[in-house]
């Protein structure tokens, strides 16, 4: 029984029937734990040691020892903490044909999962970095680029790793046609995002109709969040967080003395998310101007 409890201590309060069988216990010893409190089903075959404290992080064990598979797509992300990823959603992938049904876990089926693909965090089995964006693509196509982005500026994955992910994703993979243009865009020379303010700010002048901007345009060896290079006019996403120190305050007027020829616009989280319209509008207005008079400061 002592090992069996050391291994659940390692899987957030879990084990399997098969665990329990392979550590030379019985089924009626697990019959009468059962019947005693001691231990409670989770899923068929799975349970869980009284005391245990309950989280994500459980249920996401609890499903794939239940399935025999890995977090995958939402409920990957979230662990992994990509941007805009934080609500829990038990998620799992499975390479098996038939599977219990679990209640509140969406499982999905695949054919292709690489050995490369599938690693632990903690103990838990989950999709790679990379396998985790791919999937993301097909089940949260509006929040994908961002993760993407803020998994590369954070450098949680390597623009090679996806790469190589694209290659070896089947043509049917529903999320492919989208992963694959974000990976292509990256590769030749589109650098990522650095904040959720910026994914937000970009997600604005998409939705109201306005010019692509170049994120992330260095001048001067300095970078201006989104741009419009021909126009020489630049969009700057405001953070308090980024923005409070003392130090930051002087970079930031370095900042503007290196791009005195640019007109740049400043935008907070309280523009971006609730005054939207008069951003795009005051975007709007600011390139009209840019191109009649380019050259005006």
Known sequence: MEAILRLASRQFGLFTRRQWLAAGLTARQLQYKLSTGKIRAVHPGVYVVRGSAPSFQQDVMAACLAVDGVASSRCAATLWKFRKFERPVVEVLV???????????????????????????????ITSRARTLLDVASVAPERVEGAVDGALHRK??????????????????????????????????????????????????????????????????????????????????????????????????????????????HFTWEDVHTRPAEVAERVRHAIARRRTAPAAA
Do not use: C, M
């Not at 599977?99 to 632990?120: D, K, M």
């Open 95 to 125: 390479t098996k044909a038939h599977t219990p049904r679990l209640s509140g876990v969406v499982v999905r089926r695949t054919g292709l999962l690489a050995p490369s693909e599938r690693t632990h965090l903690g103990a838990i089995p």
């Open 156 to 265: 949680q994955v390597r623009l090679s790793a996806l790469r190589l992910t694209l290659e070896r994703a089947g043509a049917r993979h529903p999320g492919r046609p989208l992963f694959e243009r974000l990976v292509i865009e990256r590769v030749n020379g589109r650098r990522p995002t650095e904040s959720e303010l910026e994914d937000d700010l970009l997600a604005v002048l998409r939705r109201y109709g306005l010019p692509e901007p170049v994120p992330q345009h260095e001048v001067n060896g300095r970078r201006i969040d989104l741009a419009y290079p021909d126009l020489v006019l630049g969009i700057e996403a405001d953070s308090v967080e980024a923005h409070s120190a003392k130090e930051d305050v002087q970079r930031n007027a370095t900042k503007a003395n290196d791009l005195l020829e640019w007109r740049i616009l």
